[in-house]
């Protein structure tokens, strides 16, 4: 009965793993490119920040969502990826809007389309620690 449930929670903790690569990967490797190849610049780095901002809560919620069933399994080491897949990911949304409440001074103005490019970049690179759990969890590391 011990032994189900350990599988079952891999099982599913390979799955919210799987869904978190998918949405991050079809994020930054589809749909950012295809915005910027279809639209003009303003209006596809408006769109694709704000696709970003919204997929982020839903990505990160896979991520830890897959590494508490990984703790769960026993996998502690896929576990340990998933949660800084999570933590980073959030880092990557603090990086899109970092003070949204704080008064500007007159005539500041904030380079946008750069936060937006390290924010894509440092997601692609976090997008490749999901495979890293789904290896992990096939081994149950």
Do not use: C, E, H
């Not at 978190?20 to 694709?48: E, I, N």
């Amino acid at each position: 009965m011990f032994d189900q449930v350990l599988a079952a929670s891999l099982v599913i903790a390979a799955g919210l793993a799987g869904l978190a690569l998918g949405v991050s990967g079809s994020t930054v490797a589809q749909f950012a490119p295809a915005a910027f190849k279809r639209l003009d610049y303003r209006r596809a780095d408006s769109l694709v920040r704000r696709v970003v901002k919204n997929a982020l809560p839903w990505i990160v919620g896979f991520a830890v969502g897959g590494g508490v069933f990984a703790l769960v399994g026993t996998a502690i080491g896929s576990a340990v990826i998933l949660l800084s897949a999570g933590g980073l990911l959030m880092f990557v949304r603090w990086i899109l809007d970092p003070l949204p409440n704080k008064v500007r001074m007159a005539g500041a103005v904030r380079k946008q389309s750069k936060q937006r490019i390290l924010a894509l970049q440092i997601m692609a690179l976090i997008t490749l620690m999901f495979p890293a759990a789904l290896i992990a969890l096939a081994l149950r590391v």
